[in-house]
């Protein structure tokens, strides 16, 4: 079984990885494997990482079976230090959650879920992309959205009306969204000012 967020992949196998000259490896260590995620109804409330996770370290993030991958998310050290994660940890298992979180999301806005191709099958996880559905809300609640692949800040204040447009938008999930508002996070929860 291929894994995932572990290999730097050819043009012509779009595994994991930063290089499209480097030489193929497996994708994912999947310390457990997806045959041992046993369930692979994935509710929407754990969030795909967890779920993903789940598959290929059985939600252990600080997995290190010496398998060459580490980390919940089973990354392959070359990927890991191609998609910035020296700068919170040596290896994934070194990490937090959250960290390993932040690098998993460069990775997938470079390669999408096919980083991880046996799990992110095996868990349909694709379906976290579709975007939701505006949630309206009634005096006081704070309406949110959910980012989805191929949406902008632009996009997502014209569908909320939102009155400063993408720049209050930004202004006021600038933590969520980080220094960059032209690279969305997919799944990222975005609060919607009023408007």
């Not at 000259?21 to 494997?33: F, I, N």
């Not at 959650?97 to 999301?105: D, H, L, N, Y």
């Not at 191929?150 to 009155?163: F, H, K, M, P, Q």
Request: aromatic fraction near 8%; include cysteine.
């Amino acid at each position: 079984m291929p894994p995932a967020a572990a290999s730097a992949a050819p043009p012509t196998r779009p595994a994991a990885g930063p290089t499209a000259g480097a030489a193929a490896r497996p994708t994912t260590g999947a310390a457990a494997g997806p045959a041992a995620y046993r369930n692979s109804a994935c509710s929407s409330d754990e969030g795909a990482w967890n779920c993903l996770a789940q598959c290929e370290s059985n939600g252990r993030w600080n997995a290190n079976t010496g398998n060459g991958y580490y980390g919940g998310l089973q990354f392959w050290q070359p990927t890991w230090e191609a998609y910035g994660g020296l700068q919170y940890a040596p290896r994934a298992d070194l990490a937090t959650r959250s960290e390993q979180i932040k690098v998993a999301e460069k990775l997938r806005l470079s390669q999408g879920w096919k980083a991880w191709p046996s799990c992110s099958r095996k868990l349909r996880i694709e379906r976290f992309d579709r975007p939701e559905e505006p949630v309206r809300s009634s005096r006081g609640e704070r309406r949110t959205h959910v980012v989805a692949r191929g949406e902008t800040l632009t996009s997502i204040a014209r569908r909320y009306g939102v009155d400063g447009g993408w720049k209050d938008l930004y202004a006021a999930n600038r933590a969520a969204v980080g220094s960059r508002p032209d690279l969305l996070p997919v799944g990222a929860r975005l609060v919607i000012p009023k408007g």
